[in-house]
T-cell receptor, first 112, second 113 residues
């Protein structure tokens, strides 16, 4: 089993739609979780951090299910600018000195 | 406050050559990690430097080596390049003293012909 598994997509949605991505991880010792956003040919940028059961930031909500070892990202009222690849990263307690293990990412395309 | 910077932005080499990529961490960060991202894949961890020493390493051959300088900047060296080394090379910096996650530089896009 891969350490991190994501549906590569692409998810094609119209503007204004709600879309959700799931990510499963194999390391049950993971303590913190991150969603990064990566635009085409750019570096990953931190979108959200998840330390407990979930986190909400505006249109974005991340949910964590430790028992089933998956995290999800929900995007409400999709914008054209949300088109990107979303990378899921489970990590340990101190991510500063740990290697980050990325999934392949889920590609989102928001159309007018 | 400058973020993570990398140089060069793009590079073209031929098989068998050697390449050196450079990274300056975000102000206040002392740890530098390097990742390789092939097309269509997520970033793969190469190694991490802290206090001028390699602290941990991913599943990459010895052709990949690195260095960290006293000012925390870092270099990634790849010897005997082959076609499969073509990728986006990302540097990420972080602080050993905090629980912040790692912040990425813009990357160096390497093409090996």
């Amino acid at each position: 089993r891969k350490e991190v598994e994501q549906d590569p997509g692409p998810f094609n949605v119209p503007e204004g739609a709600t879309v959700a991505f799931n990510c499963t991880y194999s390391n049950s010792a993971s303590q913190s979780f991150f969603w990064y956003r990566q635009d085409c040919r750019k570096e990953p940028k931190l979108l959200m951090s998840v330390y407990s059961s979930g986190n909400e930031d505006g249109r974005f909500t991340a949910q964590l299910n430790r028992a089933s070892q998956y995290i999800s990202l929900l995007i409400r009222d999709s914008k054209l600018s949300d088109s990107a690849t979303y990378l899921c990263v489970p990590a340990g307690e101190n991510t500063g000195f740990q290697k980050l293990v990325f999934g392949t990412g889920t590609r989102l395309l928001v159309s007018p | 406050d400058a973020g993570v910077t990398q140089s060069p932005t793009h590079l073209i080499k031929t098989r068998g050559q050697q390449v050196t990529l450079r990274c300056s961490p975000k102000s206040g960060h002392d740890t530098v990690s390097w990742y390789q991202q092939a097309l269509g894949q997520g970033p793969q961890f190469i190694f991490q430097y802290y206090e001028e020493e390699e602290r941990q390493r991913g599943n990459f051959p010895d052709r990949f080596s690195g260095h960290q300088f006293p000012n925390y900047s870092s270099e990634l060296n790849v010897n005997a390049l082959w076609l499969g080394d073509s990728a986006l090379y990302l540097c990420a910096s972080s602080s050993d003293r905090t629980q912040e996650t790692q912040y990425f530089g813009p990357g160096t896009r390497l093409l090996v012909l």
